[in-house]
């Protein structure tokens, strides 16, 4: 079982994580997504989270975009998870 605190603790940091990123547009794409499933983020996405967010930011950005080509070894769900996010807002 995970501790409660400690999940709490690490929706903070991803959320602080997410809505800094360094663009504005980074900002509003994956810290909006984050702001608005907090609550509901568990262990697992929290973890898929984070590794996402240990890319590089222009890499990240032009998935995000559709500018490039995802690769493989990246977490394809999570990124059209936070795509069809933005798009359901518009």
């Known amino acids: 079982m995970t501790d409660p605190q400690s999940i709490e603790m690490r929706r903070k940091r991803a959320l602080y994580r997410a809505q800094h990123r360094g663009t504005q547009e980074m900002d509003i794409l994956i810290g909006g997504f984050v702001a608005d499933h907090l609550d509901t983020l568990d262990a697992e996405m929290l973890d898929r989270l984070e590794?996402?967010?240990?890319?590089?930011?222009?890499?990240?950005?032009?998935?995000?975009?559709?500018?490039?080509?995802?690769?493989?070894?990246?977490?394809?769900?999570?990124?059209?998870?936070?795509?069809?996010?933005?798009?359901?807002?518009?």
Request: aromatic residues 2%.
């Open 51 to 90: 590794a996402l967010m240990d890319h590089e930011e222009t890499d990240l950005q032009a998935w995000l975009m559709g500018q490039s080509a995802i690769p493989d070894n990246t977490d394809r769900d999570l990124i059209d998870t936070i795509r069809n996010h933005k798009i359901s807002q518009n």
